[in-house]
Nanobody, 124 residues
Framework: RVQLEESGGGAVPSGGSLRLSCVTS????????MTWFRQVPGQEREEVAV???????TYADSVKGRFTISKDNAKNTLYLQMSSLKPEDTAMYYC??????????????????WGQGIQVTVSS
């Protein structure tokens, strides 16, 4: 059974930091594209950061220099370190996994496995 469980969200003031974690099981974590998405109600789900099986990373322009994606293959866990948070970072954050999607720039609906999401709220 595949499981992805996010933690570490919450409410912080502008300029603050949070570290999201996504603990996974049930699939070969180290061989998968792992991605953080976020979504605001009424808006499209947005790709935030991607790390592929080799450890290469990409970021949305809106978070470059502020967010860092990483993973620990031994722990089957994905992380997102978020610093210098802004009110516009407020969203539900999801971790997602797929073997291929990140290799060809697939959109969110091509990801196979998803966590339940965790809320991040940044106050001004």
């Amino acid at each position: 059974r595949v499981q992805l469980e996010e933690s570490g969200g919450g409410a912080v003031p502008s300029g603050g930091s949070l570290r999201l974690s996504c603990v996974t099981s049930g699939f070969y974590f180290s061989r998968y594209c792992m991605t953080w998405f976020r979504q605001v109600p009424g808006q499209e789900r947005e790709e935030v950061a991607v790390i592929d099986s080799d450890g290469s990373t990409t970021y949305a322009d809106s978070v470059k220099g502020r967010f860092t994606i990483s993973k620990d293959n031994a722990k089957n866990t994905l992380y997102l370190q978020m610093s210098s948070l802004k009110p516009e970072d407020t969203a539900m954050y999801y971790c997602a996994a797929d073997q291929l999607a990140c290799l060809y720039g697939g959109s969110w609906d091509e990801y196979k496995y998803w966590g339940q999401g965790i809320q991040v709220t940044v106050s001004s």
